[in-house]
C-alpha cells in the first residue's frame, strides 16, 4: 500500500460508516437508540435557511414553511382581527390564549382539541390559518397540514424532499399546536385500515405529550366515526371546542362545465 493510499484510508472507512447511518436513518430508524447523537437533521429543511436563525424566528419560519409546502401561502395574511363572526374568532383567542398560558407554565393545557367542522367554502382554512399565524407570532411552534397529505407523506418514500417517514411523523407528534385540516377528507375505503392507525397514533402520541390539534372538517361526525371508529373519536370530542362555522360558500360561484 502507497503511503498516499495508506494516508486515505480511515477517511474512507469513515465515509463508509456515514454512509450505512445515513441508509439506517432513511429507513426511520431511531439512531439515538444506537448510541449514535440524534441526527441533527430534523429541522434540517427549514433552518439551512439560515443556520444562526434565534429560536423564535425558527418557530415561525417552521409555521410559514408548513403553510407554504401545503400551496396556502396566501393564508398567511389572516388574523383573528380579519374574521367574521360565524368564525368564532373570540373562541379561537381565547384558545389560543389558554395554550400560550399553559406553555409558559410548563402544564398541560385543560382544552386540548378544537374541532371546526362546516359546508364547503366557509371559510375553515381561513380561520385556523389566522389562529395558526397568530399562535406563531405568539411564540409556539405550530404546524399546517392536511390530514391526507400526512398519510402520503408517511407511506414509504412519500415525505417530500429527503424527508424521511421517521422525520414526518416527529414534526407533527412535536409541534407546539398542529392544525390538521380537512379531517378524513378525500378518502376511499382502501385508505381506512392505514388512515386509521396512523390517525391513532398521530392524535393519541399528541395527546399524551400534551400537544393540543385544532381540525377542521366538511364532514359529518358519522362520516369521521366510521373512518377513525368511534374511540378515538370521543377521546377528540373528550376535552374539545367545537367551532361550528356556517355561512355560505364564500368562493365565486361557477357554474360546472357541461361536459
Ligand atoms: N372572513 C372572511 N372574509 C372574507 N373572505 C373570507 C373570509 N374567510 C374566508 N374567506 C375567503 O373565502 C374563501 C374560502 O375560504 P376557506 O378556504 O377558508 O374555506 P374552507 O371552508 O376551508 O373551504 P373548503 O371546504 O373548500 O376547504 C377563500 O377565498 C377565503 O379567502
Ligand atoms: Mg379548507
Request: proline share 5%; with cysteine; net charge neutral.
Amino acid at each position: 500500500m502507497s503511503t498516499l493510499e495508506a494516508a486515505q484510508e480511515p477517511r474512507r472507512l469513515l465515509e463508509v460508516t456515514d454512509h450505512v447511518l445515513e441508509i439506517l436513518r432513511r429507513g426511520g430508524a431511531d439512531l439515538s437508540q444506537l448510541g449514535m447523537p440524534a441526527p441533527a437533521d430534523e429541522d434540517r429543511g427549514e433552518l439551512w435557511e439560515d443556520v444562526a436563525v434565534p429560536q423564535a424566528s425558527a418557530r415561525a419560519l417552521a409555521w410559514r414553511n408548513s403553510m407554504r409546502e401545503a400551496a396556502h401561502d396566501d393564508y398567511l395574511k389572516w388574523r383573528f382581527a380579519d374574521l367574521d363572526a360565524n368564525q368564532h374568532p373570540k373562541v379561537l383567542r381565547g384558545w389560543l390564549n389558554s395554550l400560550v398560558e399553559a406553555k409558559r407554565r410548563g402544564a398541560r393545557p385543560t382544552t386540548m382539541h378544537l374541532i371546526a367542522p362546516g359546508n364547503i367554502g366557509t371559510g375553515k382554512t381561513t380561520a385556523l390559518a389566522a389562529l395558526g399565524n397568530e399562535a406563531s407570532e405568539q411564540g409556539l411552534l405550530a404546524r399546517f397540514i392536511k390530514h391526507t397529505t400526512y398519510l402520503t407523506w408517511r407511506r414509504p418514500d412519500g415525505g417530500p424532499g429527503d424527508m424521511t417517514a421517521y422525520t414526518v411523523r416527529k414534526r407533527h407528534v412535536e409541534a407546539d399546536l398542529l392544525v390538521l385540516d380537512e379531517l378524513c377528507g378525500e378518502m376511499d375505503s382502501v385508505a381506512t385500515e392505514f388512515a386509521r392507525r396512523e390517525t391513532v397514533d398521530l392524535i393519541d402520541s399528541r395527546l399524551s405529550a400534551g400537544r393540543p390539534t385544532a381540525f377542521s372538517t366538511n364532514l359529518r361526525r358519522d362520516s369521521i366515526a366510521a373512518v377513525l371508529g368511534e374511540r378515538l373519536l370521543s377521546r377528540i370530542e373528550d376535552r374539545a371546542y367545537l367551532v361550528k362555522i356556517t355561512g355560505p360558500d364564500r368562493r365565486t360561484p361557477r357554474k360546472p362545465l357541461d361536459w
